[in-house]
């Protein structure tokens, strides 16, 4: 009942808004995916190189033991450190002097919507903060070190823009020690793969914003001219394809639930989220939600994967007085300390689901033998309001020669910003 009342409460809202349209691997890469942020959807590199256009790799890897990639050049590994017994996932932003490891002239791979530095965000205060876990100190992350653990290795991240932003970052964070070569993308530039020569190391973008089979009426800035046709009970191809090829694997999903859908279930209508003039019946986008992940979770858990496999959690957006259509921004310059700012409805509707059905699949992971782990980076993510765009995901946005309304991206992530936070930790 609480549910059905929270979809009819939204119901305006949401048409509103379709009109305007141990010591181990396992650690290191816990604290790369603790950072959060998202790209803005189908944009495209400026200066990208001639590419081959198979989407498979070569050959299929299988993961080694994990090895801790933490500490200083020098090899010291931090005897203090104890992964097991630390909460990654709670703790406070504090002020980091050094600040970020790259910027937005050492790294070729930040696009303009994200490129908050060269766009004119006048403030960096944003740059100059670190996570630090109650628990435990965390050592900063070698590059190099995880370059040559990760040798002969494939990542792969699957989901929406935030995938995306989480994979620019890596490779801003790695470039420090080699550039990655793109070697693959698909015609729109949604899904792509680039490599690390000198370590035989690729990682891959696997554009599938609802991980299920869905045909998708958008354009580059997110106005749709159609209801999403999105199939409950059929997974994307994109990444079921290929599942095998790599030995990480980060799956994220929810926000594009929230848009208008008609959903299908045995290729027949099952009903629809928000869909008025239709006749369909609204079920709600947290049942459709809830049915992708119960599919995608009994996958992972059929599959045998051999691999180390991450399901991250949503992520919430800092609109403040509005949203992106209606006036809302995000003018905060630094962090804020838990509580002072709560989850909405619908991500609260998002987490309880992700939490839900991962717990029910986490208990049968182990016995088949399944590595599979939850990246809960929604609280922590809830802490850093200054790190987004806001009205910089356009080139000097309030020059005077500029004519259109600025529009606020209180959603995606500055590079370099918080999304980097496993190196400066």
């Known amino acids: 009942m609480v549910r059905a009342a929270m979809r009819l409460n939204l119901k305006a809202w949401w048409w509103h808004l379709r009109k305007h349209n141990y010591l181990a691997v396992k650690f290191a890469v816990s604290i790369f995916f603790l950072g959060l942020a998202f790209r803005l959807l189908f944009s495209r590199s400026g200066d990208l190189p001639s590419v081959s256009h198979s989407p498979f790799l070569d050959k299929n890897l299988s993961p080694e033991s994990p090895a801790y990639v933490g500490g200083p050049e020098n090899g010291d590994e931090n005897k203090n450190f104890q992964s097991e017994k630390c909460d990654f996932f709670t703790g406070d932003w504090i002020r980091n002097p050094a600040g970020p ?48 653990l990760m040798r002969n290795k494939a990542w792969a991240l699957i989901g929406d823009s935030i995938s995306r932003n989480h994979v620019q970052s890596l490779l801003c964070i790695l470039s420090k020690v080699e550039r990655a070569v793109l070697v693959y993308h698909d015609e729109e530039y949604k899904s792509r793969r680039w490599h690390f020569p ?35 009970d059929m997974l994307d191809t994109n990444w079921t394809s290929q599942y095998h090829n790599w030995d990480y694997i980060v799956f994220s999903s929810g926000k594009w639930f929230i848009k208008a859908a008609i959903y299908y279930e045995k290729h027949a209508v099952l009903g629809c989220h928000y869909c008025p003039g239709k006749n369909l019946t609204d079920i709600g986008f947290d049942v459709a939600y809830r049915k992708v992940l119960e599919n995608v979770f009994s996958f992972i858990l059929r599959s045998n994967h051999k691999g180390m496999i991450f399901y991250r959690t949503a992520t919430p957006s800092h609109f403040e007085n509005g949203e992106w259509f209606s006036g809302g921004t995000c003018k905060r310059k630094e962090p804020v300390k838990e509580g002072v700012l709560e989850l909405n409805v619908l991500n ?10 991962f ?58 910003g918080p999304i980097d936070l496993g190196t400066i930790c």
Not at 114 to 143: H, I, S, V
Not at 348 to 357: N, P, V
Request: charged share 25%.
């Open 348 to 357: 609260k509707i998002l987490r309880e689901i992700e939490l839900d059905e």
């Open 101 to 148: 490891v790259y910027t937005n002239e050492s790294c070729h791979l930040i696009e303009h919507h994200q490129n908050c530095m060269t766009n004119g965000r006048p403030d960096t205060q944003y740059l100059y903060w670190k996570w630090k876990p109650r628990d435990c100190e965390l050592p900063q992350f070698n590059a190099k070190r995880f370059l040559e």
């Open 198 to 232: 000198s370590y035989n190391f690729s990682v891959s973008i696997i554009w599938s914003p609802f991980l299920a089979k869905a045909a998708i009426f958008e354009d580059q800035n997110g106005v749709s001219t159609s209801e999403v046709k999105l199939h409950l």
């Open 359 to 416: 717990e029910k699949a986490s208990v049968n992971a182990s016995g088949k033998g399944v590595n599979f782990k939850l990246l809960d980076v929604t609280q922590l993510s809830l802490l850093r309001p200054d790190g987004h765009p806001g009205p910089y995901r356009r080139f000097h946005p309030f020059a005077k020669e500029m004519k259109e309304k600025v529009i606020n991206d209180c959603l995606h992530w500055c590079l370099p």
